[in-house]
């Protein structure tokens, strides 16, 4: 009932463009049965678990590794650990390319193939007997993961409506911290090799949920299987669901694309134009920030930080409530980022992680100068144990801020920004350009501190915190309730450039 008479309205409306009539008929028909859609994600969302499992395996592998020798006899050093940890990085980075350039014959197709050699990875790392056997599977398993990651994100904005579309997007990032949180805890019992098995049953799971779910409607068409594209729209709606406007909009999309297109000349011009451009510069500008804010410390190196930042309190523990709170907020984030928008979301994750990264900074300096004082007695370094709380405040609201904001939107716009033409090709650079920031990241912490100590290193972070703040008030767009499938190429263009 309530569905004739919205359609009913809608057809009153005859002062309304074709695109605003398309954009109503589809919010209608796309809230009548958002079940189904809710299980394809969580379906797709095994793969972001398997990506945290991974992610969180570092922080407490890596000291597993260093405190134990490996079974030919080679300890792992501190360079040969941040090797280790930043080629997954690495291995993202082509993962990315590689993806983006597999994502044209099917975001189901390439997330079924990557999966099972994802696990294999993993049981690799748990066999390895060198730190270069450690260092090849990480390679590996990070590119693999990125493919995965990547292409979840694409395939949940290509079958949610855009009422549920962020909050879908969220369910990603926080299966994600769950898996975090479940290798920090094992962590904190089982050792390297022992976790590496953990992180390998991850992607089994994946491979067999993917087989219950369809490909996306967008995929389907832009390769001309109409049919199929109609069968797979019809299970993510709802049996009941009208889906012939829908089905429309995203043909004619396709068709508008491409007659866009033709009146270019020359591929260049293609690549250089505003609707590529300009989501790839956002996308990358939010990825760079993302990765040099440090959110990457804490997940490498949580237990190597709180074991020198801490007097009294467990490392491992301190790693542990991190994950815990990282968790609560990407669900808090899910609840709010289709109601307050991604901006003011954005606007608040880039205070709150500048001051808390400036008082870590500023806690590292006081702990260095105490550290160093030769007059300290016994009662005073017992004393300083009392204060322990401190950094793991600072690391508590960073990770807030950062689960808040920055972590789930940036990957969200890469879904909403790039027009169905370009999803693969710019999911692809805006990724791979994140794992390099990622890597060089990662791979420079160790640096970074024997140069300017633990305290200038988080007091950069806060710096580059407060230039993404900078970045998003003057250049991020809201995307709050905008469809991405009804769009004409004009509309994208403008899109990216206003808010």
Known sequence: MCEKTSLSVVGKMTNLNPETRIMMLRSTDGRANCRRQILAALAVSLGPFAAGLSKGYMSPALPSMQESRLQDGFPVTDQQASWIASLSLLGALVGGILGGMAMRFGRKRVLLVAALPYTLAWLATSLSTSVEMLATTSFCAGMLVCCITMITQVYVTEIAVPDIRGCLSSVLKILSQIGILISFSLGAYLNWSQLALVVAVAPILLFFALLFVPETPSCLLLRGKEQEAERSLQWLRGPDADIRQELATIRTNILASKQYHDGDTGRFKVLFSKRLTRPVLITCGLMFFQRFTGAHVFNFYAVSMFKQTFRMMNPHGGAIATSVVQLLASCLSGMLIDNVGRLPLLMISGVMMSIALAGFGSYAYYDEVISNSTNLTHSDWTMTGNYDWIPLVCVLTFTIAFSLGISPI??????????????????????????????????????????IGL????????????????????????????????????????LCINR
């Open 410 to 451: 940036s990957a969200l716009l890469i879904g909403e920004l790039f027009p169905l033409e370009y999803r693969s090709t710019g999911s692809a650079l805006a990724t791979s350009f994140s794992h390099l920031c990622g890597f060089v990241n990662v791979k420079t912490v160790a640096d970074f501190r024997g140069h």
């Open 455 to 494: 305290h200038g290193l988080f007091w950069m972070y806060a710096g580059i915190s407060v230039l993404c703040l900078l970045f998003v008030l003057l250049f991020v767009p809201e995307t709050k309730g905008r469809e991405i499938d009804e769009m004409d190429p004009k509309y994208v263009e403008s």
